[in-house]
Each structure stands twice: as structure tokens, then as C-alpha cells.
């Protein structure tokens, strides 16, 4: 075994030559892996593409010693964490976040999982209908399609040209050859000497070590594998496509022969691309009306080579001025570069990245170690960022859709270019020193034992109507630039609307919070003047899932309306009246009387009135309604929202419990057995205090019609599966729920969602009152309490409670139990 520390994270070959790296962070709550296999769609044969992500796949169908009930996902899922996969150019990664004191047995499962798949034939058959419902949704998919056309212009032997989703063509399960490449690509590739296990968690480095070396033993071993030899970029071009979108302008650089570096020089010239200060490319863009948003970013990147994206989103003035807009980007590229060796950024950059340790959850941490991101921007990548640049020049330029300009355009005045400036939060904030009087309408939340760094601020404005949308897209415009700061600074500044609420929500690292929830008010009421001319509401999701998902909440609670033009109402005097007539309240979690003082000083001037009394906005409708979304696609997508009967504590604690007992066997049944699709899901949710299932598929087969009965069939038949389940099974998800709930297992913004919506079902978030038994206390022992016949009971109750469900769909209303929504 050998050792190497770097910026306090534990570095290890094993045994077996598994390479490790541990981080010991005692804040975290949650402990992470993330395994990365060295190996990925193009290390496959070209005979059988999408053999990667098909193995991908398979390795989550269960093991002789873990049938797929007991598996990793199941596993996860039954104790409140997250679980993934994905299937790069060049890599695999595996990841999975848990409670501490189950990690080890979710990092067992892991392992035994990719060491000996069961990759049976007849899982292979119905898998491989799944990807083929993915690779439809592909193929489909304007996004997806968009960035697969930008490298129609490398050379035609990378790659990146292929095709490499997979599909029943591709993917010949009956075929020996191919079962010999699956089997053979699953060898080579799979074991210690082609992977990199990353650990973080509170556990002690030692706990953490000896977690490594359990993997490295259960883990197939084997020394690592070449990969498949790497093709230039540039060189022998095909013939590229010409530009998918006109709305978007994309300058792309093809790059060979980069230093080493090159991976953090990218994340820092990414990071001040995009910055929207005052004097930089997104402002100049956004003050001549010509972009929306701006962004770079590799589309791939391996070895010494990198495919870079400089994309601007345009406004319809700017792409009547695509060439112009052209020419700005490469000044400010010019501009960038003339710069000796950025060093004022480069101590920025390292106050940035020391700030995001702070605060990110285990999940995130492990992440950033598998990419190789680190907290500055070492030496060797300054060189790497200035060879970047030599080659952004507009003779470099690859992208379809780019224009190559023989004369430069002419330009309207604009700079002159400035640096981005220190970011204001990152440093000490002044405090008042005078106490102001307490607002009674600000409520403290449950305070934490252990409060560590971090603190959570949600307020609520209820408004006089729910008409005021164009409105509410000014402001979140106006908050974009301050969102940024704060995301940088360690906090999460979200701006939401429900029917006639609009809410602000603050968490993270609490010593910055009460100076940028100052920012935010003052925007609030006085946004920035080039704030008005963006009123635009976003572009519609391109998945229609996703579409469904974000329109979901006014369905439910049955404030959606038509959209309607209020642009007339775009104006200072209107936002003043709507904030006169604005009533609020909000919730303070994890603040010391300190940083209540803060607090207090900023919400003496809030607009609006505080108030005690906000009515909940959440109903149950008196009939099952069915509401159309058109998405704009060919796939067919389906959300059931079931709302518990009321808004007990009790009521909650069964339907969390339904939830968690339904998650597998739902996913199983449509995703697996029926093959309906790839976006299956069931999950528990609350809306407005309102707890409830909610069940969601996405197919590009089956009509909304069909999901819809598929569905009722797996409903009707609940009851009688929660009969057949043992009892010991069902007491045992329970348990594993109610410590999921623990605050011990929660991060910040998962403690601060439960305890809001706690507070909107009338569940009060004082505990000032310390014999008061909390919320969420009872909550768990609900939900521990539970037992076989309550929850047949409880299935029986959602059935019956059918008249109160509310459906959104990509189609019109089937009839039967449902009424079509008006």
C-alpha cells in the first residue's frame, strides 16, 4: 500500500491496485463513494455502440448475493439517499450518498454489483428496451441533438462523430459475438487497476481506510487495461452540419497537444466567462439587448484534447446581430488574455473554492474528487490557460453556425472590459450593533445541536392576486447577478412563485446570509433598470417530463390560469402597489442571537406587512382533474398527484411510509416488467403543508391513456401486496424512514423544506417553548410507529381518495374517473 496526502485529502494504492482517496470531513452529516471505472462508450468495439451504457445498466439488476430487492438501489433508496450512474466518452462512475452508520453496506453493494453481475440474458432483453426508449427520447431531443451536431466539424475518425446510444440494432442480445464483447468489455475494464474509489464522509480516516480496503478485496482484481487509442480532433473533417438553432451563437475550439493543467485552467476561465459583473461579456451583451445567458464549457475533454463550447443564448436583437455579438466575444477573449498571470482572480478563485468546501454536502465532495478539481489554481495551469486562449482565435473556429467574418462587423460603443471585482460576501460583513424590535411573523425554526457554519432563511409575500407573472421574471432577472455572488460565497439564493405567494430562500453559510438577504430586498423593491427589459419567461423544458414537473405545483393546488399579457404592468409604480398590498412571513433556522440581530435590522424593511394569519393555499379539489401541458414533442408523459386527506402530522407520517414502501416495486413494474419507458418514478412530495404521492412515466410508446391505466392497476393492487408482505419487512422500512428523518441525516436545505412545510400544514416551527414536543420528533416516531395492518389501511384510504387527485399529461382527458381541468 502507498500513501500521499494533497490539501487534506488521503491518497492510497491498494493492495490490489485499487486507487483511493479519502477526505475526513467532520461537518458532514452523510458519507459518500463515488467509483470511477477507467473505461467508457469509447473504449467499446464500433461494432456494438452503446455496449458501455448498457453495461451500465445491467450491473443494477441484482447479484446471487443481492437480488435486485437487496441491491444498491433499493438499498438507497429505503434510507433516504441518492444513487446514480453515468456512462462518459471515457469513464463510468458509479456514486451513492447514505446515512453514516449504513454507508459500509451500501459501498459492499457497490462492489459485490460490479465484480459479478448477473448479466442474464433475459435482464439483457428487457434492459435493452429501456435504452432503446432512451435513445428515442434521443434522437428526439432538440438539446441533444444540438450538441451532437457541434462536432460534425472534428475529424471524421474521432469518435465524437458516432452515434453511441444504444438501441435494439445496436445491442444484438442474442448475438454470441456480442455476448462475448459484453462479457470480455466487463473483464478488462472492470476490475482494481482500471478504477478510483473516492470516500468522504465524518467517519475517522481510519474508518474510512479500512472501507477502502474492504472494496479493494471484494472488487475484481486485475492490473489496468489500455484504453482505446486516442484520434485527433482536427484533421480529415467531415462534412458539418450547418446550424441547428438560431438562437443560439456557438463558438467551438477543437484542441490537441494541451499542457498538463489544462482540466483546472478550463474550470477557471469557465468560472469568469460566465460572470455577469459590471464590465464583463454577459453584462455588455445584456446591456446592447443582443444574450441571455452565456457559458463555456468543454463538450469533451480526455488526455491532452479538449472540445470547448462558448455559447451565447441569444435575444431576438441579438441574433439579428450574430456577427457583431461574434466580434464582442473574442475582444473580451483578447482583452482576457492580455492579462500577466491573473493573479488578483487566482486569490479569488481560492477564496471561492475554499468557501464551496465549506458547505457542500458528502455527494459533492466525492465528486470534485473524482474530476480532480482543487482549491486553486495551481502554477502548471497558468501556462495551460494562456495556451487556451492563444488558440481561441476566430480563425480557430469550428463550430457550425459560427461565422467566419472576412471583415470585421462594426460595433456600437461599448467597455471599456473590466476584471470581475472581489466578491462583497467572501469577507467579514458589518453587523448592527443596535437591537431592532422582533418580528413575531419571523419565526425560529427547531434549533440544531450541533449548529456548525451553516444557516436557512425563508420568506413568504402573499399577494393581493396571482396575476402579476411578468412581474415576478423581472425580479428573478434582477437576482440573477446576486445568486451568482452568493452561490460563490456559500449560499443558495432561490426566487419561486405559488398561485399567489412568492418566496425567497436563503441557505448555506450563515455569516454572509444577512448582508445578501439586504442585497436581495433592496432588488426587490428597486430593481436593476436593465432588469425591466427582461421580463421574458424561461424556454420551455425540452423534456416533457420535465415540463410536467415544472408546472406540477400550480396544477395541484389549482392555481394555474392561461397565461395572459400583463407586460403593461412593467413598471416602477405597479411593483410599488403590488408591495403595498403584500402581506408576509418567514422561517429562521440555525441562527444564534447574533446573527439575529442581523436579521431583525434587515427584515424592519421588508415591503409588505408582516403577518401571523396567512390562510394555506392548500385544498383538496372536489373531482379528479386532468390537465393538458403541450410540450412540444412526440413522447408521451404522465404525473398523478395523490394528496393525503388532510394535513396531520399522522397523515403525513403514512403517506412518507407508502412512499417509501412503493418506490422499488413501482419502478420495477413499469420500468422493468411493462418497459414503458425510462422516467418512471414514484416519490413523496408536499405541496404547500399538503403531503402526498407522486407518481410520474415517460414513454415513447404508450399513450397517456395507456400509462394512466397501468398505473391503476399497480394502485388497485397495493392493499393486497402490503398483505403479503411480512411484517418484520414492513417494520424494518419503517425504522430505516424514521432515522432517515433524524436531523442527524438531513442536510440544510432538506431540514429546511421539511420544517417550512411543517409550518404551512399548521405544524408551528416555534420552539421557543421547550416542553413543546417538535414537529419533526413526532414526525419520526409516526412514522416508527407504523405497522402491516395501518398501512393496508392507509392503501385502502388513497384509493379512496381518488376524487382528489389531479393529473397532468402531454394529452387530452381519457374520461372515465377523471374531468378534463378548464
Known amino acids: 500500500m502507498t500513501e500521499s496526502s494533497d490539501q487534506g485529502c488521503e491518497s492510497l494504492v491498494l493492495a490490489h ?77 458509479y456514486f451513492f450518498e447514505l446515512p453514516q452508520a449504513v454507508f459500509g453496506e451500501g459501498l459492499d453493494r457497490l462492489c459485490d454489483m460490479l465484480a459479478r453481475p448477473r448479466l442474464a440474458i433475459e435482464d439483457q432483453q428487457r434492459e435493452r428496451e429501456v435504452l432503446h426508449a432512451e435513445f428515442i427520447a434521443w434522437s428526439r431531443d432538440t438539446q441533444a441533438q444540438h450538441l451532437f451536431g457541434l462536432a460534425g466539424g472534428v475529424s471524421a475518425r474521432h469518435p465524437l462523430r458516432a452515434v453511441h446510444a444504444g438501441n435494439r440494432d445496436s445491442l444484438p442480445v442474442a448475438s454470441p459475438e456480442f455476448q462475448q464483447a459484453l462479457h470480455d468489455f466487463h473483464r478488462r475494464y472492470y476490475r482494481t487497476g482500471q478504477m478510483t474509489l473516492q470516500l468522504v464522509g465524518p467517519q475517522p480516516p481510519r474508518i474510512l481506510a479500512g472501507l477502502a480496503r474492504d472494496a479493494d478485496a471484494a472488487l475484481a482484481a486485475g492490473p489496468r487495461s489500455a484504453n482505446a487509442p486516442v484520434e485527433t480532433l482536427l484533421g480529415n473533417p467531415g462534412e458539418a452540419p450547418p446550424a ?49 445567458s452565456l457559458s463555456l464549457s468543454p463538450l469533451y475533454q480526455y488526455a491532452d484534447q479538449a472540445l470547448v463550447n462558448f455559447e451565447v443564448q441569444l435575444t431576438e436583437a441579438g441574433q439579428q446581430s450574430r456577427a457583431a455579438a461574434q466580434a464582442l466575444c473574442f475582444d473580451w477573449l483578447e482583452y482576457f488574455q492580455s492579462h500577466a498571470g491573473w493573479e488578483p482572480l487566482r486569490e479569488e478563485y481560492r477564496l471561492l473554492r475554499g468557501r464551496q468546501s465549506r458547505t457542500e454536502g458528502a455527494l459533492e465532495w466525492a465528486r470534485r474528487l473524482a474530476h480532480g478539481q482543487l482549491s486553486e489554481l ?122 399567489p405567494d412568492w418566496q425567497l430562500r436563503l441557505y448555506g453559510v450563515r455569516e454572509p446570509i444577512p448582508a445578501i438577504l439586504e442585497q436581495a430586498v433592496e432588488l426587490l423593491q428597486r430593481p436593476a433598470p436593465e432588469s425591466w427589459r427582461q421580463a421574458s419567461p424561461p424556454p420551455r423544458q425540452q423534456v416533457p417530463i420535465r415540463e410536467l414537473l415544472a408546472q406540477w405545483p400550480e396544477h395541484g393546488l389549482g392555481h394555474h390560469r392561461p397565461a395572459r399579457n400583463d407586460s403593461g404592468e412593467l413598471h416602477p409604480e405597479a411593483l410599488q402597489r403590488l408591495w403595498r398590498q403584500a402581506r408576509w412571513d418567514g422561517l429562521l433556522l440555525n441562527f444564534d442571537d447574533a446573527d439575529r440581530l442581523a436579521l431583525d435590522a434587515v427584515a424592519a424593511h421588508l415591503p409588505g406587512s408582516a403577518s401571523n394569519d396567512l390562510h394555506p393555499l392548500s385544498t383538496l379539489p372536489d373531482r379528479a382533474n386532468w390537465s393538458q401541458v403541450h410540450c412540444g414533442s412526440d413522447e408521451h408523459a404522465l404525473l398523478v398527484w395523490c394528496p393525503a386527506p388532510s394535513l396531520s402530522i399522522e397523515d403525513e407520517a403514512v403517506w412518507r411510509a407508502l412512499a417509501q414502501l412503493i418506490q422499488t416495486p413501482f419502478y420495477q413494474r413499469l420500468r422493468t416488467e411493462l418497459q414503458l419507458g425510462y422516467a418512471v418514478f414514484s416519490t413523496f412530495r408536499q405541496l404547500a403543508g399538503r403531503p402526498g404521492l407522486l407518481f410520474g412515466v415517460q414513454s415513447p410508446g404508450s399513450d397517456c391513456a395507456a400509462l394512466w391505466g397501468h398505473i391503476a392497476e399497480f394502485l388497485d393492487a397495493l392493499p393486497e401486496r402490503l398483505t403479503q408482505w411480512p411484517g418484520t419487512r414492513l417494520r424494518e422500512q419503517c425504522a430505516a424512514l424514521a432515522d432517515s428523518l433524524d436531523g442527524g441525516n438531513l442536510g440544510l436545505a432538506q431540514r429546511l423544506e421539511m420544517q417550512w412545510q411543517g409550518r404551512l400544514a399548521g405544524h408551528s416551527s416555534d420552539y421557543s417553548n421547550t416542553l413543546r414536543e417538535s414537529y419533526s420528533n413526532t414526525l419520526r416516531e409516526s412514522v416508527g410507529q407504523l405497522d402491516g395492518p395501518a398501512l393496508v389501511e392507509a392503501a385502502h384510504r388513497l384509493l379512496a381518495s381518488q376524487v382528489s387527485w389531479t393529473a397532468l399529461a402531454t394529452e387530452p382527458c381519457p374520461g372515465a374517473s377523471w374531468y378534463a381541468a378548464v
Open 17 to 93: 491496485g485499487l486507487r483511493v482517496r479519502l477526505r475526513h470531513e467532520p461537518r458532514l452529516r452523510r458519507a459518500a463513494a463515488w467509483l470511477r471505472v477507467e473505461a467508457g462508450s469509447h473504449d467499446v468495439d464500433a461494432r456494438w455502440p452503446g455496449l458501455a451504457h448498457f453495461l451500465e445498466h445491467l450491473v443494477f439488476l441484482g447479484t446471487e448475493r443481492f437480488p435486485r430487492e437487496q441491491g444498491l438501489m433499493a438499498f438507497v433508496q429505503r434510507h433516504g439517499g441518492q444513487v446514480n450512474a453515468r456512462t462518459s466518452e471515457r469513464t463510468t462512475d
Open 378 to 499: 495551481p502554477d502548471e495551469a497558468v501556462p495551460a490557460l494562456r495556451a487556451l486562449l492563444e488558440r481561441f482565435t476566430p480563425q480557430a473556429l469550428l463550430a457550425p453556425g459560427a461565422q467566419a467574418l472576412d471583415e470585421p462587423p462594426r460595433l456600437p460603443p461599448f467597455g471599456p472590459w473590466h476584471l470581475p471585482p472581489r466578491n462583497r460576501f467572501l469577507r467579514g460583513q458589518h453587523r448592527p450593533t443596535q437591537a431592532s424590535p422582533r418580528i413575531a411573523a419571523l419565526e425560529q425554526g427547531e434549533p440544531e445541536p450541533n449548529r456548525g457554519l451553516e444557516g436557512a432563511v425563508h420568506l413568504r409575500w402573499r399577494l393581493a392576486s396571482r396575476h402579476h407573472a411578468a412581474l415576478w421574471h423581472m425580479l428573478d432577472a434582477s437576482l440573477r447577478r446576486l445568486g451568482e455572488e452568493a452561490r460563490q460565497a456559500g449560499v443558495q439564493l432561490e426566487f419561486s412563485r405559488l398561485g
Open 244 to 292: 441547428s438553432d438560431p438562437r443560439r451563437l456557438n463558438l467551438l475550439f477543437a484542441c490537441d497537444g494541451l499542457p498538463p493543467g489544462t482540466d483546472e485552467a478550463l474550470r477557471f476561465l469557465e468560472l469568469w466567462a460566465g460572470s455577469a459583473h459590471p464590465g464583463g461579456l454577459l453584462a455588455e451583451l445584456r446591456r446592447l439587448g443582443w444574450a441571455q
